[in-house]
């Protein structure tokens, strides 16, 4: 039997899952090792854990090339700005459709490379308005299998709320099952939370268990609209913040 529970291609790329506590955040540092420049790409920073990020990447000898955003966060701000200022030419990255700044901003089908690893660009909106899910390629020199970051759309046995950043439970409902749920059953689902201690998922697994998504799309209607959550402590800050990517164009220091 062969367990899926990591992506294979480990000596060619390397993956990491960070978690932010305070958030109950994750972060996710990928490179392609293979080519001597070492390339790496941040996705979903956090601005209380950029000193530990950076640190990592320095003792892996690694260079920073991408600062990604799966959103706009409401609960805690990006590093994505820090990052731009304590690394020289890190590239942020969100979506077009989110609103926000940042130096690059992706639609539908744009491709962020790494070295040989590519990470295609598959709107997801319903948690928010500019949500996209960042999935690896499907060519033969790419992670086998397929890795999904889902940001907030798809959360383990999970997903976003959509009661504030112009969500939509029938948008995310739709973006679910046309995105995320149409990738290969074997797709590793990596998200951008866990509020429960689980790490890892596949498209497979969440299509038969997810206590949301397996429901008809009224059911999930109804069961979104009685979450009854509380807002997050800080999206009075967060969301502003991460409006610009946590700090834009801010002025460099060196590290
Ligand atoms: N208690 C936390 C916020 C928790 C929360 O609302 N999480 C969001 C993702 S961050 S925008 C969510 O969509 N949760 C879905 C769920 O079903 O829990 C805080 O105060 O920060
Ligand atoms: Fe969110």
């Known amino acids: 039997m062969v367990f899926h529970t990591t992506p294979s291609h480990a000596s060619k790329y390397l993956f990491r899952q960070l978690f932010e506590k305070d958030s109950s955040t994750y972060t996710y540092l990928l490179a392609d090792v293979s080519h001597p420049q070492k390339h790496a790409v ?4 956090v601005d209380k854990t950029v000193d530990r990020d ?142 429960k201690g689980f790490t890892v998922s596949t498209v497979g697994e969440e299509k038969q268990y997810n206590p949301r998504l397996t429901k008809d799309k009224e059911t999930f209607k109804s069961i979104m609209e009685n979450l009854n959550l509380a807002y997050p402590k800080m999206i009075d800050v967060a969301v502003p913040a991460n409006m610009v990517c946590g700090l834009q164009d801010p002025v460099p220091t060196t590290h």
């Open 42 to 45: 941040l996705i979903d920073p």
């Open 54 to 195: 950076l640190s990592l990447i320095h003792n892996l000898g690694l260079k920073l090339i991408y600062a990604v955003n799966t959103h706009v966060h409401a609960d805690h701000v990006t590093g994505t700005g820090m990052l731009k200022s304590k690394v020289s030419g890190v590239i942020s990255v969100i979506s077009k459709a989110s609103n926000a700044k940042a130096d690059l901003l992706v639609e539908s089908g744009d491709r962020i490379v790494v070295g040989d690893l590519v990470l295609e660009v598959l709107p997801t909106p319903g948690h928010t308005v500019g949500c996209v899910t960042y999935v690896t390629g499907d060519g033969p020199d790419q992670p086998q299998p397929r890795i999904a970051f889902t940001g907030d759309a798809l959360l383990i046995r999970g997903c976003g709320r959509t009661d504030f950043q112009g969500g939509s439970s029938a948008e995310l409902y739709k973006s679910v099952h046309s995105q995320i749920f149409s990738l290969p059953e074997e797709t590793l689902v990596y998200p951008a939370h866990d509020y």
